[in-house]
């Protein structure tokens, strides 16, 4: 069973960063996507980012330019740099992880079989 396990959230000012970072137990396939989602009280749980094994990435528009994704496939590790925070990206961040495919993996959270735990983050203008 394929484990995640994500770390860094807490509370911040609008305008502050954050790292996130989820560690992967196992990465059972060469193609795989990984991607970072958060939920925000009363909404439906969004995709923030996605990279595959090669690297490619893809950004929502509501992030693009304030938050970075990155792996150590060494390691096993995703993380997210968060910068130029907002009160509208407080939420429970999440990372994700399917495996067999690659591309833009940004998908529908449905998508994803691997979940963390989640992490919560908090902008205060």
């Known amino acids: 069973q394929v484990q995640l396990a994500e770390s860094g959230g807490g509370s911040v000012q609008s305008g502050g960063s954050l790292r996130l970072t989820c560690e992967i137990s196992?990465?059972?396939?060469?193609?795989?996507?990984l991607g970072w989602y958060r939920e925000a009280p009363g909404k439906k749980r969004e995709g923030v980012v996605g990279?595959?094994?090669?690297?490619?990435?893809s950004t929502s528009d509501s992030v693009k330019g304030r938050f970075t994704v990155s792996q150590d496939k060494a390691k096993k590790m995703l993380f997210l740099q968060m910068d130029d925070l907002r009160p509208e990206d407080t939420a429970i961040y999440y990372c994700?992880?399917?495996?067999?495919?690659?591309?833009?993996?940004?998908?529908?959270?449905?998508?994803?079989?691997?979940w963390g735990q989640g992490t919560p983050v908090t902008v205060s203008s």
């Open positions: 994700a992880a399917l495996f067999g495919v690659r591309g833009g993996c940004l998908y529908h959270a449905g998508a994803y079989k691997y």
């Open positions: 196992s990465i059972t396939s060469r193609n795989y996507c």
């Open positions: 990279i595959d094994n090669t690297d490619r990435i």
